[in-house]
Each structure stands twice: as structure tokens, then as C-alpha cells.
């Protein structure tokens, strides 16, 4: 072994020793050594094997440190009496004078590692070498016995499963398995190692398992669950189903097959059992109007007969998909598992179930059904049931009770009274509608003579006409009385009534009355409304009229001839062009056209009302201005027939307004020529910036047009744009006209201009907020502007349009104290800024005017 003083010992450890050796200096120079390299020796000395035997079996040891020879004892003899004990321990063999062959053989019969006592330097390192070597196969000792345990739980269980578990090498030998395969192949543990799954079945079996191996060998997937034929050792056969799955090494190359099988023989009897049994029956079962069909107890069907098929929409292939519960809904489940279970349990159905199930296009089926047990080998295997189809009768049974329902519901809340009585006219039932009518419930009328509750003035025509009604079989009979109410009030009561008295499902005379109380007293309010409209009518000024839909007059109120001077025959004998100037007849005639084709194309309006102002001929010859609000009538069927209208003469009107449009006009020039003087004034002070309000005016102006501003908005920013700056007359001429850059005390003074301009302007009328306009002209958006640091929504939206087109025209325009900076500058300086200083719908809007509508600065 070569030296290795590379390996340090840094934290003292204790270090049980035993040291093998007949000399006690050279022990004590092992010591020495040892607390050098950083052990703290426990030691004991022995020098024979009794002794190394007793101190092996009294003490747990670290390390053994032996001299090569002694004179009773040596580490050959040494070594193989350490591996009687089954004990790992390092062996170190330290002698004075060894030779390489002698070491050598030592190493082979078990030494670890051997040092020359002439070189004990090398003595520590190899003890820790050798302790940790122990530590490592200690833990790989551990790790193997924690995997032989494991191996050996898991071994148990699988020889415990009821399912037979195997492996088998790529060949399809097997290699390992459980007991229970042993029982489905019927060979011995002993008998089956090794043996290749072809001697187990037929060619056409084994040719299904080789099919079902390749597969899963070349996808590396688990196999689906596969019946196959064996033949056992005995020569019986069996059927087996199972799964197959590839087991793959650590580099992912495949090893070999493992999967589960499990005896099917008595399932496949059994199924195959009752399969032939069914057939026996298949035409009574086929040919039956009943519903049969048989489930196994998870609820899929196994079989049903034609009827069932037809009933539940499937086809005999899908049918073994179908389960039970998916043609049933969530709330009938719990019923029909308890019923299953009943059926498991005890054989047969006790009672007839009637359950809800979908067909399979969804529509609802209803089924009366009663289930036996199907039994093999005295298990019950299935359910076989017997069902009728009773959807129809459902459907009737459930129409009945709307009807029912129905007709109750509109007897029992219907406006109308229904009162049936007997032969007497003693009450047999009546609706509860009559409580709102008469006061008294139900209850306290049935019983009692209908005559006792009529108005006494009415009582002697009332039976008569109800002992007339009593000889009538067939014919209604209308009648109306008044009755008492039960507060002691009167209500009139009016309707139908007919003899049913030989019907034997009424078996009394029906009468259908309602409440006509409020509509007695509403035919008397009615006289007197039209006798006092008549009046109203007559006196009005307005005119009220209707036109066919030929435009001619079929009714006028007498106010024409007031207001026209024809009187109402005359005018019904006009023609619209009668009565129409030229121009007036046109609109009128436009807008009769425009209003049918809206209703030719679906778009009825029957709260639209059309207002026009239209000029009439007076009967005098001259014309008068008539303002007329038309709306369509329309017939019982809904058919537009008629045109009604309320006209009144507005001529006098119409004159003011002219004249106030006049009016208006002049103050429009007045004001106009006052803001040019303005303007002219404003320049005349600061030639230098001549025409930048006219033009910062158009460029707003422009922009409000592009924004889709209202007319009035678009006059007023152009207004206040002329004379934005008029505030300047307040500033001296020399700061105006100051050619270099202004100190800051004159830029102040300058910055005061707007508030000046709405001192000047604040008490001025006009439509627009011209001086509100001039104050907010340098505000900003972010609040940086001046006078007074508005924001956003704070500057009037004409100010902020105002601001851009004042910044615009400015930059790119000369200045005494510079050059034009150029229309691109001052577009930049603008985008640049959006949403910070200006607005960002007005940048956008003067952006798309330069550079899309090529707008160009006059």
C-alpha cells in the first residue's frame, strides 16, 4: 500500500483499539501515534488467541492493530480466528520487518491494509480509510436487508392474492409466479418454472397471446383485458382473463413481461348457461308486447327483447353499452338500487315500480316494471324484468290534471261568477269570484236560495225569468238584477244562463255573471262626458279632424269655420289640394308617404305622432300658418284606416318669429362687427402677431368641426378664437412689441391677459361662454397652466380645443424675437404632450387635420 498522508483526522474521536502484539514499547508508540493523529485510543494489548478471543467476545471493537508475528501467536492465525466471529472489523497488520509476498497473502486471507512500524506515520490515515470503508458496507448491509425485507412483504402478498400473478422472460418462459397460477394452469411450482406459455393452450390461443405480448412489448402500454382458453395439466380447459404489462431495466431496454390472471370458467358457464336458456325462449320473448329486458346487478343491460329495443331507442350491438341508470334521472336512482338489492337479496320484486326513463333521443318514457332474480348454481346472477309501457296513459292521466287544473284555476280566478243552483234555485256551488262581488264567501251561499240575495224591485222579474229558464233545455238565457251586497251596498249583476239539470255531470241550471256595476255607472258618466265634449267641441279653437286614407275629410269640428272661415260641410266637400298651398301640399303629401312606408316595412309606431307646420287657405282668399300634430287610427283587425289630427293657427306666431329671426340677424352683424373692431383693436397693439387670432380661430374652429361638435359649440370656439387675446389691450405697447426675450416680471404681465380678457368680456350677453372661454385659454390638463391651474374636465371643452390651435399657430408662425419653428415642431411639441398638457381627443383631431386632411395654415 502507498502512502497517503492526505487523509487528516481534524476533530478528535475515540477509538476502541485492539492491538495484537508482544511488545508493550511498540504498543506504546502505536498509542502515541494514534492521540497524534487526533484518536482517543480506549486499547487493550493481547499477545495469544485465548486472549484475542476473550477481549473479541467481551468488547465491541474499532479497528485491530497486529504484529505480523509472536512468539506464541500470529495474523494469519489472527485473521482467520477475527472470521469465526462473523464480525466486520478492520484488520491492520503493523510489524517491524514483513515481506511484500508475505503482506500480500495476508491481504488475501483478509488483512485490510499493513504498516511498517518504521513508518507509523501512514497509520492514521489507513484507520480512516477503514472506518469509513465500514461505514459505507454497514449501510449497504442495511439497505439489502431493508430490501430483502420488502421483497419478502411483497412476496407475501403476492401469494396471498386470489389472482394469479406472473413473470415471464421475453420468450415467454415463466420465471417467477404465485400459487394461484400454479391452481388455474394446474402444474406444480416445481413443473411450471421454465415453461413456455405455448404448452398451456392452442395454436389459435396462442396465437391471441403472442398478438397481445408483441403489442405491448412494442408500445411498452399495459394490454387491454384479454379471455383466452388454457389447457391445464389434466387436459381440462378453462377460461382466463388478465392484464400483461412490460417491465423495463434501468436503461429502459425491456426485460420482461408480468401480468395478472384470473379463472372465468364458471362467469362463462354461467353466461353461456343462460344465454342458451334465453334462446329457448327467444320467440315468446321477442314476440311479447311487453317490455323485457335483463341487467346484471352494476344496472347494464345483458338483453332485452324487440319491444324493449324499440322502446329504449338502442339496437341490440349498443345495448351491452347501455346501463340502466344513464335512462334514468339522479332523483330515481336511490329507489331503483334499493329495489335491485330487494331483488338480490330475496329473489323477486315485491312491489310494482313505476319509474321515469329517457329514451335514447331524450324524450321521457314511463314504465310500470317488475323484476325476478336470475340464478345460476344457486346465486343470483341478473335481474330479469317484465315492464308495460304507460307513457300514454301518464300523458293522459297528467293532461286530466292540468286539465283539471286548468279549468279550476280559470273557474276559481276568472272575473266572471259562476253560480250553479238546483231546480229551486238553491245554491249547489258557486266561484269564489262572487266574494269580491257580493261580500259573502263560498261557504255562506251554498245552501241557500239564490232569490234571498236580489234587489226586492228585481226579485218578481227574476223568478220568472228563471221559471222560463227551467222549461228551456237548450237555448241561454240572458238575464240582469241587481243584488245586495252584503255590507248592504247595490251591484248589477248581468250574464248567461242555461238549463243542465238533465246533465247528470251538472245536474243543475249554470250561470255565467259578472259585476256590471261600474260599467252601469260608466255608460251614465259616458252620456254626460259626450254631451259635455260636444259643448267643449263646438266652443274650442283648436281644430280636431280625421281623414280617410284618401286624404279626404270625414269629420271636422266646427272650430274650421272659426279659424278658416269654411264651415264643417265645406270642408268635408274639399280635396286636400283645396285646401293646401303648393309648398305645403308637397310636405304634406312627403311625409303622408314616408310615414306608410315605415309601416309597409313592419315598423309600427302607434305612439308616433308627426308635427307639422303647414300654410292653409282662408275662405277670404288670403292664407294662414296652421301647426298640426297627426297620428294613425287603426280598425279592429289592426289596420291602419284613419288619420287623426289636432290643428291649431299659429300665423301670428310665425310672423314674431320672423321677425325675431330678423332681429336676431342684425345682432348677429352688430356682434360680428363689434368682435372685428376687437380684433383690430388687439392687433393694432401687437402688429407683430397680426392675424394669429384669426388664424388660431380657424384652426379651432376646424378641429370642433373634425371632434363632431354641435354647430353652436363650432360658432362660439371661432368667436372666442377671433379675439382670445383681446386681454393685451391691457398690457403697455413696448412689452407687446418688445423684439428680445421678455424678463419675467414683463411675462407676468403678459400671463394677466386672460383674466383681463374675462373682466373685459364677463358681463357681456351672448349665446356663447366667450369670456369663460378667454379665461381657460393657457390652462392645462395636468394643472400647470395659468390663470387659476385647472385640470381635465375643469376646462371648458372649447378652452381646451382653444389651447391647441393658440400652441399650433404659434410655433408655427414668425415671431420678432424668432423664426417660424415650422408646423412639424409645433405638431410634435403637441403629440408629445397628449394627455399630459392638452387633450387627448382635440391632439387627435388636429393631428388628423394636418397630416390626413392636409390641412394648411392661411
Known amino acids: 500500500m502507498g502512502e497517503n498522508s492526505s487523509i487528516k483526522i481534524n476533530n478528535p474521536q475515540s477509538l476502541r483499539t485492539l492491538i495484537v502484539d508482544d511488545s508493550e514499547n511498540d504498543v506504546l508508540f502505536i498509542i502515541r501515534e494514534l492521540k497524534k493523529g487526533g484518536y482517543n485510543p480506549s486499547y487493550e494489548r493481547v499477545e495469544t488467541a485465548d486472549a484475542m478471543k476473550k477481549a473479541l467476545k467481551a468488547n465491541t471493537w474499532d479497528i485491530i492493530l497486529c504484529d505480523y508475528k509472536m512468539p506464541k501467536f500470529n495474523a494469519p492465525s489472527a485473521i482467520a480466528l477475527l472470521k469465526k466471529t462473523k464480525t466486520d472489523i478492520p484488520f491492520i497488520i503493523v510489524s517491524g520487518s514483513i515481506g511484500e509476498e508475505t ?6 486471507l483478509g488483512a485490510q491494509d499493513y504498516i511498517m512500524k518504521s513508518k507509523l506515520s501512514r497509520l492514521c490515515p489507513a484507520i480512516a480509510r477503514e472506518l469509513e470503508e465500514v461505514k459505507i458496507r454497514n449501510k449497504q448491509k442495511q439497505a439489502e436487508e431493508e430490501l430483502r425485507q420488502s421483497e419478502e412483504k411483497y412476496r407475501t402478498i403476492i401469494e396471498n392474492i386470489k389472482e394469479g400473478y406472473f413473470e415471464i422472460d421475453l420468450a415467454g418462459n415463466f420465471t417467477f409466479f404465485n400459487d394461484s397460477t400454479c391452481r388455474c394452469l394446474g402444474y406444480s411450482r416445481k413443473e411450471l418454472i421454465g415453461i413456455n406459455y405455448k404448452k398451456y393452450t392452442d395454436k389459435e390461443n ?4 403472442f398478438k397481445a405480448y408483441n403489442k405491448t412489448y412494442k408500445t411498452g402500454t399495459t394490454s387491454r383485458l384479454l379471455e383466452y382458453e388454457i389447457i391445464k395439466k389434466d387436459g381440462t380447459k378453462r377460461q382466463l382473463e388478465g392484464f400483461v404489462s412490460l417491465q423495463k431495466d434501468s436503461s429502459g431496454s425491456p426485460l420482461l413481461f408480468r401480468g395478472t390472471i384470473r379463472d372465468i370458467t364458471e362467469r362463462k358457464q354461467a353466461e353461456k348457461k343462460l344465454k342458451e336458456s334465453e334462446e329457448r325462449y327467444r320467440a315468446l320473448f321477442d314476440r ?29 350491438e349498443e345495448l351491452p353499452s347501455v346501463n340502466v341508470a344513464s335512462l334514468m334521472d339522479e332523483d330515481q336512482l336511490p329507489y331503483a338500487l334499493k329495489v335491485m338489492q330487494e331483488i338480490k337479496k330475496n329473489g323477486v320484486q315485491k312491489d310494482l315500480l313505476e319509474i321515469k326513463l329517457r329514451h335514447k333521443d331524450g324524450t321521457p318514457i314511463y314504465i310500470e316494471t317488475k323484476g325476478s332474480a336470475v340464478i345460476s348454481n344457486g346465486k343470483a346472477i341478473a335481474i330479469q324484468s317484465i315492464a308495460r309501457d304507460i307513457t300514454e296513459r301518464k300523458a293522459a292521466e297528467q293532461k286530466l290534471l292540468q286539465s283539471e287544473k ?31 262581488f257580493s261580500g259573502y264567501t263560498p261557504e255562506e251561499l251554498i245552501g241557500k236560495s239564490g232569490f234571498t240575495f236580489i234587489h226586492p224591485d228585481d226579485l218578481e222579474r227574476a223568478v220568472n225569468d228563471y221559471s222560463k229558464a227551467i222549461l228551456s233545455k237548450d237555448s241561454a238565457i240572458p238575464n240582469g238584477f241587481r243584488m245586495i251586497h252584503k255590507d248592504g251596498s247595490e251591484r248589477y249583476l248581468e ?15 249554470i250561470m255565467n255573471v259578472r259585476d256590471a256595476t261600474e260599467s252601469k255607472k260608466a255608460e251614465e258618466k259616458l252620456k254626460e262626458s259626450e254631451k259635455k265634449y260636444r259643448i267643449i267641441t263646438e266652443k274650442m279653437t283648436d281644430i280636431v279632424w280625421l281623414l280617410d286614407m284618401n286624404l279626404r275629410t270625414i269629420y271636422v269640428t266646427p272650430s274650421i269655420q272659426t279659424v278658416l272661415g269654411f264651415t264643417q260641410e265645406e270642408r268635408m266637400s274639399q280635396t286636400v289640394d283645396q285646401q293646401l298651398t303648393s309648398d305645403s301640399l308637397n310636405i304634406a303629401l312627403e311625409t303622408m308617404a314616408k310615414e306608410l312606408a315605415l309601416e309597409e316595412q313592419g315598423q309600427r309606431n302607434d305612439q308616433r305622432n308627426v308635427t307639422l307646420e303647414l300654410e292653409y287657405y282662408h275662405k277670404d282668399g288670403s292664407t294662414r300658418w296652421i301647426e298640426t300634430i297627426m297620428s294613425g287610427l287603426r280598425n279592429d283587425q289592426g289596420i291602419l284606416d284613419r288619420i287623426h289630427g289636432v290643428s291649431r293657427d299659429i300665423t301670428a306666431r310665425r310672423k314674431a318669429e320672423e321677425k325675431l329671426l330678423q332681429t336676431l340677424e342684425s345682432l348677429r352683424k352688430a356682434f360680428g362687427v363689434t368682435m372685428q373692431v376687437m380684433v383690430s383693436a388687439v392687433e393694432m397693439r401687437d402688429p407683430y402677431t397680426a392675424g394669429h387670432q384669426v388664424r388660431a380661430a380657424d384652426i379651432a374652429r376646424t378641429i370642433a368641426t373634425e371632434m ?12 372666442a378664437g377671433a379675439i382670445h387675446d383681446i386681454g393685451k389691450l391691457s398690457i403697455p405697447a413696448e412689452i407687446l412689441s418688445k423684439p428680445t426675450k421678455l424678463t419675467d416680471i414683463e411675462f407676468s404681465l403678459i400671463k394677466e391677459h386672460a383674466h383681463s380678457g374675462y373682466e373685459m368680456l364677463k358681463d357681456v350677453e351672448s349665446p356663447w361662454p366667450l369670456a369663460e372661454i378667454i379665461y381657460q385659454h393657457h390652462e392645462r390638463i395636468n394643472g400647470t397652466g395659468y390663470p387659476r391651474n385647472l385640470k381635465g374636465d375643469e376646462i371648458l371643452i372649447e378652452a381646451r380645443i382653444l389651447a ?41 383631431a388636429c393631428l388628423k387635420l394636418f397630416r390626413e386632411n392636409k390641412y394648411q395654415l392661411s
Open 804 to 844: 391647441v390651435a393658440d400652441v399650433v399657430e404659434a410655433m408655427a408662425s414668425h415671431r420678432p424675437y424668432r423664426a417660424s419653428l415650422g408646423i412639424e415642431a409645433a405638431l410634435e411639441e403637441i403629440e408629445k404632450n397628449k394627455g399630459i398638457l392638452y387633450d387627448v381627443d382635440v391632439v387627435d
Open 495 to 509: 250574464g248567461l244562463g242555461k238549463n243542465l239539470l238533465d246533465n247528470p255531470d251538472v245536474a243543475g241550471f
Open 103 to 108: 503482506a500480500v497473502e495476508c491481504m488475501r
Open 206 to 209: 396462442a396465437k391471441k397471446l
Open 406 to 436: 286548468y279549468f279550476k284555476e280559470i273557474t276559481e280566478n276568472s272575473s266572471d261568477i259562476i253560480i250553479i243552483t238546483d231546480e229551486k234555485g238553491d245554491i249547489k256551488y258557486c266561484s269564489r269570484s262572487i266574494e269580491r
Open 288 to 316: 311479447s308486447l311487453d317490455i323485457i329486458y335483463t341487467i346484471d346487478f352494476n344496472g347494464n343491460f345483458i338483453d332485452a327483447n324487440a319491444t324493449a329495443l324499440k322502446r329504449f331507442g338502442y339496437t341490440r
Open 708 to 719: 363632431g361638435l354641435p354647430p353652436e359649440k363650432i360658432d362660439g370656439i371661432r368667436m
